[in-house]
């Protein structure tokens, strides 16, 4: 237990860092263009300096946070500089600054280019380290805790680095095949084992192709890939909140917040030179069509009546901005199919696709002879770009209205994992459950707060609420969660506290300041506001602590708002005005019986025994690369897992179903139906949310007319 969970984060960094150099590339071009790069840092320096919510002079200790920021955002796993490499570097630590004033990049330059030959080196070591069996049994260990361990001295120093890092990937792959060895050896009495010899082999030629594979993919990066590293790097330094978006990324920044798309609706992978079908989006132009499957490779992609364009080899950014389109045109796709291996050309009407996994969803259970509503509200999205378009705060009226019409007597939102989106409809979806009043305030810098009001005097619901959050709510969430609390409206329950994102962003066309610059620059999201509570306190770093905390496997980690280098204060304003509704009679005897229930319970007790064991394997960075001490540490760590295994095992016997208006739609869209199914069924194994609905339960409310003024 303790190699797969903590090795799994040493080893998906290198994943990660190439992901997330992926996911920041902006649009592909063959070299690099000083033009665009200077007029980049020119705008986004005049840009922060004016709007950003920070007063934040480019100074020497502004150069020194951009410095550290490039260098951890190329090599956070220190695989590829030395200290020799630091030493040459350092003496610009503290000229950035004058550099970006007189938009010179020459920090960038000279880092950029030594680690390009940093990442032709690495092809070299792990090839030839993982091309001859490690010498398992020296005694020797490595730690995987990147912020602790110093960058190597020189270049041998860095192989032998490299070969540690190989050498523990391989040990973690043995001892995996080892473990499934013996458990089918424990069901087959006549399955044949395999040799240490032959599982070590196998173990370095996996680790090989999976090397390979992230450094084919590394290739496929260029110049403008690499210098949005170093844009977030100088953005980064203003607060960690603000970023570059290359256009590309605005582009999916736009679809996650909006949930929707337009293209054929399938999700793309790439495995080697090819682009695989991952899975199509039920309802999508291509589940309509019926033809392309999951699976299927695709060779050649045509416009309409155009010329077919190869896409083999393609890096996979560029093959999407192909595929997908404007709704109601053409695209032709020659694929290969999974099945028989034979080629066809499918023809497929590109449409909106809708991303339902972003919308609002509910259920319907009956406990103690009453109706209860489950509300689940994965983000506040909205579509900036059509106010037509549905959005959360318009679901949310409508899926509550629906719920009323089918009797429900509570209803508990479920905001677990909701890491926000847009504050408009956060105010919008706090103002469905009072009559008018404020809801937040927010803070331009050097300025007054101004509260942002409900206006609607409508009260969509006012019946008993609840409201479920955890460690990852964060923003919007801690908006509408924090006005709930503060109006006495709802219980909040979870977590201890959530996330602790207490700013507001804004997303600013660069092109908008440099108009006569036709190539899309990107965008620059950018924190302008800090928010806060009707109470006056901010929600940054301290988030919302719940009415009755509940222990999770999160409870004793390290994340969140506080943990973040560079995150704003924690601060607060005047109270806003602001009538309580003090909703229920016996709010202090349910918060207070729940707390019993809670601490008397085995099953949260256990999971607080396992939240605090996780912490420790979390803290404990270090692995012996000796296989028998290897080994020897692994079963240990897998005797100890068997005091947990049951943790999660919950049946709470509760039986959740859609709610009426759903039920027509289910009969028509079988994927639909088995997907409510997925998630009624982990409802009623969901301890949490069990808890959550005897707190609804009980809760009382008391003559909506007996207020409370503040």
């Known amino acids: 237990m303790k190699t797969k969970f903590k090795l799994s984060i040493s080893f998906m960094a290198i994943v990660l860092l190439m992901n997330n150099l992926i996911i920041n590339a902006s649009e592909k071009k063959a070299d690099p263009n000083p033009q665009k790069d200077k007029i980049l840092i020119y705008v986004l320096k005049n840009i922060l300096t004016r709007g950003h919510f920070v007063v934040k002079d480019m100074n020497d200790d502004f150069s020194e946070l951009v410095y550290n920021g490039f260098i951890e955002g190329l090599d956070p796993n220190k695989r590829y500089f030395t200290q020799e490499d630091l030493k040459e570097f350092s003496k610009f630590k503290y000229q950035i600054d004058n550099q970006l004033l007189n938009d010179d990049v020459s920090f960038y330059n000279l880092v950029y280019g030594r680690f390009l030959d940093k990442i032709k080196n690495a092809k070299l070591y792990y090839a030839d380290l ?22 190597a001295k020189n270049e041998n120093e860095l192989i032998d680095y490299w070969r540690k890092q190989l050498k523990l990937n391989t040990l973690s792959r043995i001892q995996e095949k080892t473990q499934i060895q013996e458990e089918k050896a424990k069901k087959d009495k006549d399955f044949k084992l395999k040799s240490f010899k032959t599982f070590e082999k196998e173990a370095r030629e996996e680790v090989l192709k999976n090397m390979n594979e992230l450094y084919l993919r590394l290739e496929e990066l260029e110049h403008e890939d690499w210098f949005s590293t170093f844009l977030n790097s100088i953005v980064g330094a203003f607060d960690p909140h603000t970023t570059y978006m290359s256009p590309r990324i605005k582009e999916r920044f736009d679809q996650d917040i909006s949930g929707k798309l337009e293209g054929i609706g399938a999700r793309l992978q790439k495995e080697g030179i090819n682009i695989h079908v991952f899975e199509l989006v039920p309802g999508g132009p291509a589940s309509k069509q019926g033809e392309l499957e999951a699976g299927d490779i695709i060779l050649q992609v045509a416009q309409a009546d155009g010329e077919p364009l190869d896409i083999v080899g393609m890096r996979l950014d560029d093959a999407i901005k192909f595929i997908k389109g404007k709704k109601g045109t053409e695209v032709r796709l020659t694929v290969k199919k999974k099945l028989d291996g034979s080629t066809k050309v499918i023809s497929i009407i590109r449409d909106v696709v809708q991303l339902d996994e972003t919308f609002v969803k509910s259920s319907i259970v009956e406990k103690n002879g009453k109706k209860y509503g489950i509300i689940d509200l994965p983000k506040f999205y909205i ?23 089918d009797g429900v007597a509570g209803l508990m939102i479920d905001l677990r994992n909701n890491g926000g989106g847009s504050l408009d409809t956060a105010i919008k979806i706090s103002g469905l459950f009072i009559n008018e009043g404020p809801i937040v305030q927010v803070k331009y810098r050097g300025e007054k707060p101004v509260v942002k009001n409900d206006v609607d005097p409508k009260t969509q619901w006012d019946g008993a609420l609840v409201v479920l959050v955890n460690e990852f709510s964060a923003s919007a969430s801690e908006i509408f ?19 602790g994102k207490g700013t507001v962003q804004n997303v600013l066309p660069i092109n908008r300041f440099y108009p006569k610059y036709e190539e899309d620059l990107g965008s620059l999201k950018m924190t302008i506001q800090k928010f806060y509570r009707v109470n006056g306190g901010s929600t940054q770093i301290e988030g919302v602590y719940s009415d009755i905390a509940m222990p999770s496997r999160y409870s004793y980690m390290k994340f969140g708002e506080r943990d973040l280098e560079g995150a704003l204060i924690w601060d607060k304003v005047p109270q806003a005005n602001y009538t309580q509704t003090n909703s229920y009679e016996n709010f202090t005897d349910v918060v207070y019986n ?23 394997n979390q803290d404990d960075s270090s692995y012996s690369l000796n296989y028998k001490a290897f080994a020897k540490e692994n079963d240990a760590q897998e005797k100890e897992s068997e005091n947990f295994k049951s943790v999660f095992k919950y049946d709470s016997k509760l039986k959740f179903v859609s709610p009426s208006y759903e039920l027509a739609l289910l009969k028509k869209d079988s994927t639909l139906a088995d997907k409510r199914i997925a998630w009624h069924k982990s409802l009623s194994k969901d301890m949490y949310v069990s808890e959550a609905l005897n707190i609804l339960s009980e809760l009382k409310l008391k003559n909506q007319n007996k207020i409370v003024k503040n």
Do not use: H
């Open 383 to 405: 579509d900036f770009s059509d106010n037509s378009y549905r959005d959360s705060a318009k679901d949310m009226e409508k899926e509550i209205e629906r719920l009323k019409k």
């Open 481 to 499: 969660a924090a006005a709930m609390q503060d109006y006495r409206r709802a219980v909040i329950v979870g977590g201890n506290q959530t996330y």
């Open 594 to 616: 729940s707390k019993e229930r809670i601490a008397s319970d085995t099953k949260f007790q256990l999971v607080n025994e396992y939240a605090k064991w996780l912490k420790e």
């Open 130 to 151: 993982l091309a001859q069996p490690f010498k398992f049994k020296k005694n020797e260990t490595i730690d995987i805790d990147y912020d602790k361990v110093p960058f």
